[in-house]
């Protein structure tokens, strides 16, 4: 058989072992061993593309970090606070726990950097709280799964650290540009949930209190200060990124440990309403004790323990491509397009297609290479094509078949994925139109960076 056969038979038969339920980090490292083999390429170029990522990828250490914060915001009881502090500002409106919930999305965003931690955790704990007012749980389930794809761009970010890596951009810069277009997304999705909710009738409102406010924001005060301290050190120079991650454990293990005996003190009962704690209780979070760190780190390094191993046999699957010409396929294809607006926009219909059925992780990795050396070519700045390029990616999360957090959205909250698939076409709307205007007005990731 010739060797176009093999990889024919190589790349079905992995496709099909993905369908089957493989591990996509199975999946992309049994094809690139096939392929090595077919096209004669040394297996020691892989094992030298794995050692480099793991010996010289200083960038990527704030990635387990960035998960580990946010496990820690969890346990700690701060990510509650800031959900409180969202449902006292947004309850009295229509809709106000669903719009809520996006917000809570949207700063548990700004310290974890994680999509599916996003998901996992806002819907835990605002989902049951949404059935009980009168929301539909297929609806619920999917707020929890589109507040999440602000995640991976409401700096930190974990997917911007591996972009930077593999770009060779500054990682401080991409958080930056991440900020209004994060926000952007988050007002997009609370005003899609405003209007389904308004249609439909769904939601217990809460009085406009002014006081309810105060308390909640004071409640919230250890995590408007750990997002303040990030974005203040990032910004300024102060710290890299993966320096701004380790400040931030070190920051939630302080508060945690300090917190949890002067909860225990004070004699605040986490589960009282918000109106029968005292203003001095919501100074103080519950916190953790020194024997639950090891559990947490656990959680975190289950995840990372996934990710990073994924980044390097990704960096090989690039590799193989590239001896395929794969990249020079595709270079080829997208320049042909033209100019500025038809190489943005093939770029954006390749990210698309391309996230619907792979993780944003492999998606960024395998393209991201090819797709903006041509994006500079015509004169779309690096910078921003990299904002286009990673919200294309996290529309991905709740675009099927793959939707990442269609299926953690799906497992904490009950509600099968086929079920609330109807429910995320609104918060699709609304994602897709602000990638658009991100994409048209590249001063929305460029305009605050430092030295612009």
Known sequence: MTDGTWITLISVGVTLFFMLGTPVLLVIFYWVIGISFVIDLPLANTGNELINVFSKGFALLAMPLFILTGDLINQSGIARRLSD???????????????????????????????????ATIGSMLHPEMVKGNYDERFSAATAAAGGTVGIIIPPSIIFIVYGFLLNLPISDLFVAGIIPGTLMVLGMMTAAFIICTINGWGVLIGLS??????????????FFAIGLVLWGIYTGRFSPTEAAGVTVGFCVFIGLVSYP????????????????????????????????????????????????????SVAMQQVMSSLGAKDFIG?????????????????????????????????????????????????DPIHFAVVFLVGASIGFVTPPYGLNLYVASGVTGVPYFRLLRYIVPYLIA?????????????????ILPDR
């Open 262 to 313: 002067l909860n225990k003190i004070m004699g605040s009962a986490s589960d009282l309403p918000v109106e029968e704690k005292s203003y001095a209780s919501m100074f103080v979070v519950e916190g953790f004790t020194i024997p639950q760190i090891p559990s947490i780190v656990s959680r975190s390094a289950q995840i990372s323990g996934i990710l990073v191993p994924l980044i390097a046999v």
């Open 332 to 380: 080829e294809f997208v320049t042909g397009m033209g100019g500025y607006y038809a190489v943005l926009f093939t770029s954006m219909a390749i990210v698309f297609v391309t996230g619907m059925i792979l993780e944003s992780l492999p998606v960024t990795i395998i393209l991201a290479p090819i797709l903006a050396p041509i994006a500079a070519s015509v004169g779309i």
């Open 210 to 223: 002014v006081s309810r406010m105060i308390k909640t924001g004071i409640g919230a005060w250890l995590g």
């Open 85 to 119: 502090f969202a449902y006292s500002v947004l309850g009295w409106l229509r809709g106000g726990l669903a719009m809520a919930s996006i917000a809570a999305c949207g700063l548990f965003a700004a310290i974890s950097g994680s999509n599916s931690a996003t998901t």
């Open 431 to 447: 994602l897709i139109s602000v990638w658009f205007f991100v994409a048209l007005v590249p001063e929305t990731a460029l305009m």
